[in-house]
């Protein structure tokens, strides 16, 4: 899944050096979020990615999981994920509207998105967190993820040096603060607190926790019923 931004600008090579770009604590947070999804799954678990860009995320979880699907709107993101994480047997990828899976419902063990697809997206938030929990199991998990507050300075620096880069565009520094980015060619990134995501997690289900990893991440966790 991308907004358009993603789909047109920051895809496919591109949105690889953007991470490549990432300094040392942001690397720690992006890792550490991969992790935490990773330690949720079930042995053998049937895994779906909301916005899987190139990759990036599925290869790891690929060692556990018995089979991960990736979705995207970015055809060249996809095109990069499917030589990114051709090593593994147990990984496809597709070009998939999030808010629109046309999975079967209830085939996932876990569906996930991090690292604030929530927002970058730019699509309904709560039709977002209904189409994860119809596509998992009863007694699976949607997770989530955003920034946490305490990480903005990290988020932020990063966020210039894609700038720096060309990656994106200007950041309109007058616009830009209290978890918000805006760049001057229209690219904008929010983030939702965790009262939002614990709001919009209990508009779809009752159980569900809001938890801090690594001071860096908030996940939102749902468990379907």
């Not at 496919?12 to 799954?41: D, F, K, T």
């Not at 209290?178 to 614990?198: R, S, Y």
């Amino acid at each position: 899944m991308a907004s358009g931004y993603y789909s047109a600008r920051l895809a496919g090579g591109r949105l690889r050096l953007a991470y490549e770009l990432a300094p040392p604590r942001v690397r720690q947070y992006l890792e550490a979020e991969i992790q935490h999804v990773a330690s949720r799954l079930p042995t053998g678990a049937r895994v779906l990615e909301l916005g899987c860009g190139y990759g990036r995320v599925l290869l790891p979880l690929s060692d556990r999981a018995g089979v991960v699907v990736g979705v995207d709107t970015s055809l060249a993101s996809l095109e990069l994920a499917r030589r990114y994480v051709a090593p593994a047997r147990n990984v496809v990828v597709a070009a998939v509207d999030a808010t629109r899976l046309g999975f079967p419902p209830r085939t996932f063990d876990v569906v996930c998105c991090v690292q604030n697809g929530i927002s970058s997206f730019h699509v309904d938030q709560r039709a977002l967190f209904a189409s994860a929990a119809s596509a998992a199991r009863p007694g699976g998990l949607a997770m989530f993820s955003t920034y946490a507050a305490s990480f903005w300075p990290w988020r932020l620096d990063w966020f210039r040096a894609q700038s720096a880069s060309g990656l994106i565009g200007e950041i309109d520094e007058a616009a830009t603060g209290d978890g918000v980015i805006v760049c001057k060619d229209g690219f904008t990134a929010t983030t939702p607190t965790p009262e939002e995501l614990a709001e919009l997690a209990a508009s779809i289900a009752a159980s569900y926790v809001v938890r801090t990893v690594d001071d860096s991440s908030v996940f939102c966790e749902i468990t379907v019923e």
